[in-house]
């Protein structure tokens, strides 16, 4: 297995380590953050190693789709802090009801 | 040299993910992530993609890192309507891990620098060609995620203004 294999796999599966285990909505998207890091570095590392730029492409749309749900989400959370209530996922219910 | 950088720099990211994983202040997890991300942008660097790395680095070190203390700074710090607050405590950093942490990324700086010295001109001949991918077989896909990012800005904008009134 190649060293931007191996990385990017152990940061994806922090990633979602961090999505998992935590309940903080906001250390969630902190998650997402590294889980996209990680699947940039995959597709960098074999756009490179195939000579393709289309892989360059597609990680700069993963980049900025990376940062629109970055801003959206943290718009979520910063509406519910000022709505006083908690940040903890587990408090989101309403759907469930 | 490009390897035991590109090697030092995986070390260091997936040290600051582990480190971001166990933090229970919201200070200290966005403060690692901002160490895992440059990391990363040290990592897309070596692997021969300057213009990836460069990205990487303003788009989601800086730009998502702001946001994110931005929205860790606004938030309430009382136990009632932002939950636990030692979550909102700064916390401290043990000097000899940021200590250690100094060395390791100036010897990765220094290690970096010696590779890109020895393969100047080697890296960053595919990115020449991603403006060519971008807008023209991938234009829609491309236009796509340019009205995801305005939408999203709309929506930060309305939000606050909603807030406001």
Same mark, same amino acid.
Request: charged share 10%.
């Given at each position: 297995?190649?060293?931007?294999?191996?990385? *990017? @796999? #152990?940061?994806?599966? &922090?990633? %979602? !380590?961090?999505? +998992?285990?935590?309940?903080?909505?906001?250390?969630? =998207?902190?998650?997402?953050?590294?889980?996209?890091?990680?699947?940039?570095?995959?597709?960098?590392?074999?756009?490179?190693?195939?000579?393709?730029?289309? *892989? @360059? #492409?597609?990680?700069? &749309?993963? %980049? !900025?789709?990376? +940062?629109?749900?970055?801003?959206?989400?943290?718009? =979520?959370?910063?509406?519910?802090?000022?709505?006083?209530?908690?940040?903890?996922?587990?408090?989101?219910?309403?759907?469930?009801? | 040299?490009?390897?035991?950088?590109?090697?030092?720099?995986?070390?260091?990211?997936?040290?600051?993910?582990?480190?971001?994983?166990?933090?229970?202040?919201?200070?200290?997890?966005?403060?690692?992530?901002?160490?895992?991300?440059?990391?990363?942008?040290?990592?897309?660097?070596?692997?021969?993609?300057?213009?990836?790395?460069?990205?990487?680095?303003?788009?989601?070190?800086?730009?998502?890192?702001?946001?994110?203390?931005?929205?860790?700074?606004?938030?309430?710090?009382?136990?009632?309507?932002?939950?636990?607050?030692?979550?909102?405590?700064?916390?401290?950093?043990?000097?000899?891990?940021?200590?250690?942490?100094?060395?390791?990324?100036?010897?990765?700086?220094?290690?970096?620098?010696?590779?890109?010295?020895?393969?100047?001109?080697?890296?960053?001949?595919?990115?020449?060609?991603?403006?060519?991918?971008?807008?023209?077989?991938?234009?829609?896909?491309?236009?796509?995620?340019?009205?995801?990012?305005?939408?999203?800005?709309?929506?930060?904008?309305?939000?606050?203004?909603?807030?406001?009134?």
């Amino acid at each position: 297995m190649n060293p931007a294999l191996q990385v *990017g @796999l #152990a940061l994806f599966f &922090l990633g %979602l !380590a961090c999505l +998992a285990l935590r309940g903080r909505l906001l250390v969630m =998207l902190l998650g997402l953050e590294l889980m996209a890091a990680g699947s940039v570095v995959i597709l960098t590392w074999q756009a490179g190693v195939f000579g393709d730029p289309a *892989g @360059l #492409a597609a990680v700069v &749309l993963i %980049l !900025a789709v990376a +940062a629109a749900e970055a801003v959206v989400g943290l718009c =979520l959370i910063l509406r519910l802090h000022h709505a006083g209530r908690s940040g903890d996922a587990e408090s989101l219910t309403a759907l469930r009801e | 040299m490009r390897e035991a950088a590109f090697y030092l720099a995986g070390a260091g990211a997936v040290f600051f993910s582990l480190l971001m994983l166990f933090q229970r202040g919201l200070y200290a997890a966005a403060a690692c992530l901002l160490g895992a991300l440059l990391q990363t942008g040290a990592l897309l660097y070596l692997a021969g993609s300057p213009l990836v790395g460069f990205l990487q680095v303003v788009i989601c070190s800086g730009g998502v890192m702001t946001l994110v203390v931005v929205a860790v700074v606004s938030a309430p710090r009382k136990a009632g309507a932002g939950g636990d607050p030692a979550m909102w405590a700064a916390g401290s950093v043990p000097r000899p891990l940021a200590a250690g942490v100094v060395l390791f990324l100036a010897a990765e700086a220094a290690l970096a620098a010696a590779g890109a010295m020895s393969s100047a001109g080697a890296s960053g001949a595919l990115d020449a060609r991603v403006g060519a991918v971008l807008f023209g077989p991938y234009a829609l896909a491309t236009e796509a995620a340019a009205l995801l990012l305005f939408l999203a800005a709309l929506a930060l904008v309305s939000g606050r203004e909603r807030e406001a009134r």
